[in-house]
């Protein structure tokens, strides 16, 4: 499937090598394309890892074993494949992972826990052990690559490699944080919505990290949206090799934690949308702000309400400033709300104040902002003070005609 690239697309930034991070990518002929497909990560011993999973139980054994692994806090490698997702593949699943899992651990003389496997794409098809294995091997033997490389091979119907980076300052060290992801389609806020890694050559303690990592997922990852479905496979995993040399982190009393949560959520929120950006078949990335709610959660649930809306999205698409469909979404979000004193707006024009259209209300500026390609939704509940930012795009017949072909 040749899939022309994202009006919204961004270009892929210039992330510094980190140190105890080694790249490297082969093909594993998971899928028939002429492509990568197979994505390895060495990483330096002693690293601690964090990680934020799918809650879909009908997920894959990756995320299951990912999960335990994860509790443990440790890691040496990280072999992501693309093409086959390996979910709802029962025991043989398992088996291909468990294998390579094992061929990765024998390699570096670790244990087999501390090799994180992902895979995703077509669901229900066991992937091939032979080519798990020979896959493998070769990718072990592969020249380190770029980070951009590296992204591009765990996409699948990406238009894009999607990375980002940030700096922070522990002590007298300056760490770097940088991110790959990959992600277009069956995206929807549930712990993690796609497959996203996060390295770092700052020393953090794994609770910690794990602390910062749960946190910046509340505000990013679990606030974007394309199309409400969660897959079986979303993970996302923050990895520290200790080598900048700080002192490491363990709590929020320690000096520079608050500047490396900070990158790290920046990271997050970098990612998040771009991921949005690349939302299949999209043409305009909506951001929508709820604020009046009576809690931050109520304005979360509510902005995804609106943000899910396959009506609010195609009116969108069309560029019609049509906010009944928002009051519509409000609505049935299961929230508190009360219809005479909602306001709504887009690109900062009021078009209905406290429950009435505005009397002065001009559509121009409104069709104006929604001729662009980056489109805002305002919603005042005039309940409280929660308050909440959702990022979205716009449903087209893009989106129908990649999922009605994805797997060819």
């Known amino acids: 499937m040749d899939l022309e690239r994202s009006p919204l697309a961004l270009p892929f930034p210039e992330i510094p090598s980190i140190d105890g991070v080694t790249l490297r990518v082969a093909r594993a002929h998971y899928k028939s394309w002429d492509r990568c497909d197979l994505t390895y990560v060495e990483l330096a011993e ?37 093409g086959n997702s390996n979910a709802f593949t029962g025991y043989r699943g398992r088996e291909a992972v468990e294998q390579i899992m094992a061929q990765v651990a024998a390699h570096l003389e670790c244990l087999p826990s501390d090799v994180f496997v992902s895979s995703t794409g077509v669901i229900g098809v066991p992937l091939p052990k032979d080519k798990a294995r020979d896959g493998v091997a070769s990718v072990l033997q592969a020249p380190a690559c770029s980070w951009e490389k590296a992204t591009a091979t765990i996409g699948t119907t990406d238009t894009f490699p999607k990375g980002a980076v940030a700096q922070a300052v522990i002590g007298d060290r300056t760490v770097t944080i ?19 890694y996060i390295f770092t050559d700052a020393a953090v303690e794994p609770g910690f990290l794990q602390q910062c990592l749960s946190a910046a997922n509340e505000s990013t990852f679990s606030c974007i949206t394309v199309d409400s479905d969660t897959s079986t496979s979303d993970t996302v995993l923050a990895f520290a090799t200790g080598k900048a040399g700080n002192t490491p982190l363990a709590s929020f009393e320690d ?74 979404a409000v609505g049935k979000a299961g929230e508190p709300a009360d219809r005479d004193k909602l306001s709504i707006g887009f690109g900062g024009v009021w078009a209905a104040k406290e429950g009435l259209p505005l009397a002065d209300y ?18 005042d509940l005039g309940l409280g003070e929660g308050r909440a930012t959702v990022w979205t795009c716009d449903l087209t017949h893009g989106y129908i005609a990649i999922n009605a072909d994805y797997r060819s």
């Open 362 to 379: 001009d559509e121009a500026p409104v069709a104006a902002h929604l001729k662009g390609r980056e489109i805002g939704i305002e919603v």
């Open 178 to 196: 940088g991110g790959i992801i990959k992600g277009s389609g069956m995206i929807a806020p549930d712990m993690a919505t796609m497959l996203g």
């Open 46 to 82: 002693g690293t601690t890892v964090a990680g934020v999973f799918t809650k879909n139980v009908c997920c894959s054994s990756e995320v299951e074993l990912g999960r335990e692994q994860a509790r443990l806090g440790r890691a040496r490698a990280l072999v992501v494949n693309a």
């Open 255 to 328: 000096a520079g934690s608050d500047a490396f949560a900070a990158a790290l959520q920046d990271v997050c929120k970098r990612l998040g949308m771009l991921v949005v950006r690349d939302g299949e078949g999209a043409q305009k990335l909506i951001e929508v702000q709820v604020s009046g709610a009576v809690s931050n959660d109520s304005a979360r649930r509510i902005g995804l309400a609106i943000a899910n809306s396959p009506l609010v999205k195609t009116a969108i698409a069309g560029e019609d400033a049509n906010w009944g469909r928002v009051v519509m």
